[in-house]
């Protein structure tokens, strides 16, 4: 009996990746969260990201608004770099995607990338240098992709000249730190170690520049920050999640996410509501309720995702409308990975559809084989 080249691959890969769960570090009660530190890579847990969202407006012209997306990741590949003697040997990889929603025009522009971590591709620093992570930018453009460190929140900058964007923005704190879960646990399953350690900034004030189609702006917005290190972040039967980051006008702040089951309906859910001064409240997920009202079906992809959501979390006496500020607000990727998900901006309407505030979606592992590689 002969076993195919694609099968062999596809066994070898099990049992590395059996082999590297066993030797990398489970996210576990009595994390000693040291900041800044804890900013900067967590190389002993297999998957880390930072995220940023916001809306942004035109300096000049305030009625030109943007929504924009920009994340780095950190994707293990061994815990301890390969006894190799090679330059190309590495343990992990860094990927980026970076988007800009023009809600004047109605178009989204997106761009991705994935280096291996070697010194002429890309890198994550370590604390206390003020570089986080940077990489390469996509072939055929000059210059990197970078997160800093500026001693109170971040900067950051990408660049794509074949998709004509490009952006560069620095934050500054308006709410402190909060953790997304007791402890920065944020569970994700009943099994014990499907967690991450997650935390946010809520909200940043943030100016910069952007770019789009050879067109340089100075802009200003708001922006939320998802920072997230961990080793299993979905059980065998998830196949993704809804995730919701809401600001709300009142001044409350509210992340939501619901792991779906490969049955089709809501395997776990928990959320986080923040107060105007910054103190969080942990939901569980009786405290809360959500539904989709519309679908959207992407023209690139064909895959149909939820539209609109109606949201009721009644001990916060609060009852809201979310809706897609564009419908199309799909990501992609062409370099990085075989995924496309959904990561756009709302906007949030509360009774008689008064506006109630704005915030970011993200809709992972619909269509067909489509399951996030975590």
């Given at each position: ?109 997106f761009s991705d990338l994935l280096y291996r971590e070697i010194p002429m591709l890309s890198g994550f620093g ?202 199309d607000q799909e990501n992609v990727c062409r370099r990085s990975a075989n995924l496309h998900y959904w990561e ?31």
């Amino acid at each position: 009996m002969t076993i195919s080249r694609k099968l062999l691959r596809a066994l070898l890969a099990g049992i590395v990746s059996l082999l590297c769960a066993v030797a990398w570090r489970a996210v576990k009660p009595g994390y000693a969260w040291a900041f800044p530190r804890d900013h900067w890579a967590h190389p002993e847990f297999r998957t880390e990201w930072w995220y940023f969202t916001g809306i942004l407006q035109d300096v000049a012209n305030p009625e030109q608004r943007f929504g924009y997306q920009f994340t780095l990741f950190r994707v293990g590949l061994l815990p301890e770099k390969p006894n190799l003697n090679s330059r190309w040997a590495t343990r992990h990889l860094l990927m980026g995607h970076a988007a800009v929603g023009d809600f004047g025009t109605g178009r989204h522009h997106f761009s991705d990338l994935l280096y291996r971590e070697i010194p002429m591709l890309s890198g994550f620093g370590t604390y206390p240098e003020a570089r986080i992570a940077w990489s390469l930018a996509p072939a055929g453009t000059v210059g990197s992709w970078e997160l800093m460190w500026n001693g109170e929140a971040f900067d950051f900058r990408m660049r794509d000249d074949e998709r004509g964007m490009a952006g560069d923005l620095s934050t500054h704190p308006q709410k402190p730190l909060v953790f997304q879960g007791p402890g920065g646990i944020s569970r994700k399953g009943a099994e014990d170690e499907v967690a991450s350690f997650y935390y946010s900034f809520t909200r940043l004030a943030t100016l910069g520049t952007l770019a789009l189609g050879g067109r340089t702006m100075s802009v200003r917005g708001v922006s939320w920050m998802d920072h997230e290190f961990s080793t299993s972040q979905l059980q065998k039967d998830q196949v993704g999640w809804d995730w919701f980051a809401m600001r709300l006008i009142d001044g409350r702040d509210l992340m939501l996410y619901v792991l779906r089951h490969s049955s089709g309906g809501a395997d776990f859910r928990r959320g986080t509501l923040v107060s105007a001064a910054g103190e969080a409240r942990f939901l569980t997920a009786g405290e809360w309720s959500i539904r989709s009202t519309s679908t959207w079906e992407s023209p690139h992809t064909g895959c149909r995702y939820p539209s609109g959501w109606a949201l009721e979390v009644p001990a916060e006496d609060l009852e809201l409308e979310i809706e897609p500020i564009l419908q199309d607000q799909e990501n992609v990727c062409r370099r990085s990975a075989n995924l496309h998900y959904w990561e756009g901006a709302v906007r949030l309407l509360s009774k008689g559809r008064t506006p109630a505030g704005e915030g970011y979606v993200e809709l992972t592992g619909y269509g067909k084989n489509n399951r996030p590689p975590l």
